[in-house]
């Protein structure tokens, strides 16, 4: 098992910065996976930035590219998203998300999600 704990969020003027936390605890050695995901109001749940544990590799969605960074500190079991140039489309809540190798096919584990407001 693997518990996620989102923070961080919170009503930012549009073109400001916030730093995204997921606090992770649990068999996380396990995990190869971590990744921020994004839901705005009726939309689906969206990839944003992942990283591979094995070699910190990263990936973006492109609307995000050039502003969002992810991160990870192995010693404190978080991961980051440190987001630049903030824009009203980016409001949404976002969730952390780990993936093991026994959960790849149900989507890993989540956290609760941290809302993000930008306004303009």
């Known amino acids: 098992q693997v518990q996620l704990v989102e923070s961080g969020g919170g009503l930012v003027h549009a073109w400001g910065s916030l730093r995204l936390s997921c606090a992770a605890s649990?068999?996380?050695?396990?995990?190869?996976?971590m990744g921020w995901y994004r839901q705005s109001p009726g939309a689906e749940r969206a990839l944003t930035a992942t990283?591979?544990?094995?070699?910190?590799?990263?990936n973006y969605a492109d609307s995000v590219k050039g502003r969002f960074t992810i991160s990870r500190d192995i010693n404190k079991n978080t991961m980051y998203l440190h987001m630049n140039s903030l824009e009203p489309e980016d409001t949404a809540v976002y969730f952390c998300?780990?993936?093991?190798?026994?959960?790849?096919?149900?989507?890993?584990?989540w956290g609760k999600g941290t809302l993000v407001t930008v306004s303009s």
């Open positions: 998300n780990a993936v093991t190798l026994s959960t790849q096919r149900t989507g890993g584990y």
């Open positions: 990283i591979y544990t094995y070699d910190n590799s990263t």
């Open positions: 649990g068999f996380m050695s396990s995990v190869y996976l």
